[in-house]
């Protein structure tokens, strides 16, 4: 399957999912009380999707690479907003895990979305005047099942296991 639009893209579906599950919480209860940490919340989560969409339709994977970047520190501004959360008992430890593990998910995807970009900017320089949409397109051949979206962040692993 070729990649020509960023819905196309699993980081920004996983995104959209997280989205969703943020805005389910934050519209219940004491949460929707709380505008500023419910606000906070909600920019971190729409931030994801847009950042990964924003920066597919940038000229270079090195501008792309940093939109992710962005996206990718949202996910994890997501999951620390969790705690609050949690601790303020807004959520559930059932709902807090189910979320957390969902910006997780995101943010490992969009890791290994960056990692790809990294590999193949030291295999060719794409052409300036090349739509972003054929990124997947190299030498005739479609790359998109190449890309290992579920790579992972390491740091992100590492994280999660001193927090249990």
Not at 45 to 59: H, K, Q
Not at 68 to 78: D, K, P
Not at 86 to 107: N, T
Not at 129 to 146: F, H, K, S, Y
Request: aromatic share 8%; with cysteine.
């Amino acid at each position: 399957m070729k990649i020509t639009r960023f819905e196309d893209l699993e980081c920004w579906q996983q995104g959209r999912i997280l989205t969703n599950k943020v805005y389910e919480i934050t519209g219940n209860g004491a949460f929707k009380k709380d505008l500023r940490l419910s606000g906070q919340i909600q920019g971190a989560a729409t931030s994801v999707m847009a950042n990964v969409a924003e920066g597919f339709v940038r000229r270079s994977d090195k501008e792309f690479s940093q939109f992710l970047f962005i996206a990718m520190s949202s996910a994890a501004e997501v999951q620390s907003h969790l705690y609050v959360a949690l601790e303020q008992e807004y959520v559930d430890k059932r709902r807090f895990d189910e979320i957390y593990e969902q910006a997780k998910k995101a943010g490992m995807l969009i890791s290994g979305m960056i990692k790809y970009l990294r590999s193949k900017s030291t295999k060719q320089t794409r052409q300036p005047d090349r739509p972003v949409n054929q990124i997947n397109q190299i030498d005739g051949i479609d790359q998109t099942n190449q890309i290992d979206q579920t790579d992972g962040i390491d740091r992100m692993d590492r994280i999660d296991q001193t927090t249990k």
